[in-house]
């Protein structure tokens, strides 16, 4: 999803921000996670991937707050000159959320092997 928001925020040119260095985040968490902390080699590993996981779904969160507050003050219409709908964005930060927290549910309730 992080992929998916990055190309049609880059395709609406509304800009993308820090969002590559999310995606970078994602994959280094899932090496640690399937490396297992790169062989014992990093001590706590499991709550750095869990504060991971809060920090992005509350970041995101917010983004959805903005967004919906952003939707009230366009009251149903489009952006200017934008096929990259308030609305579809609310929807992809939203789903990116449910993720982050199904993600920090998992971390939590798995054993790391």
């Given at each position: 999803m992080?992929?998916?928001?990055?190309?049609?925020?880059?395709l609406v040119h509304?800009?993308?921000?820090?969002l590559p260095f999310?995606?970078?985040?994602l994959v280094v968490a899932a090496a640690?996670?399937?490396?297992v902390?790169?062989?014992?080699?990093?001590?706590g590993w499991r709550v750095v991937n869990l504060g991971l996981w809060i920090v992005l779904a509350v970041t995101n969160g917010i983004k959805v707050a903005e967004e919906v507050r952003e939707l009230d003050g366009l009251r149903?219409?489009?952006?200017k000159r934008s096929?990259?709908?308030v609305v579809d964005e609310l929807t992809d930060v939203g789903v990116v959320v449910g993720v982050y927290i199904a993600l920090r549910i998992l971390e939590a309730s798995l054993d790391p092997y």
């Open positions: 992080c992929v998916l928001e990055i190309t049609r925020l880059a509304l800009g993308i921000g820090l999310t995606f970078v985040s640690v996670r399937l490396s902390g790169l062989r014992g080699r990093l001590m149903g219409r489009q952006r096929k990259y709908m």
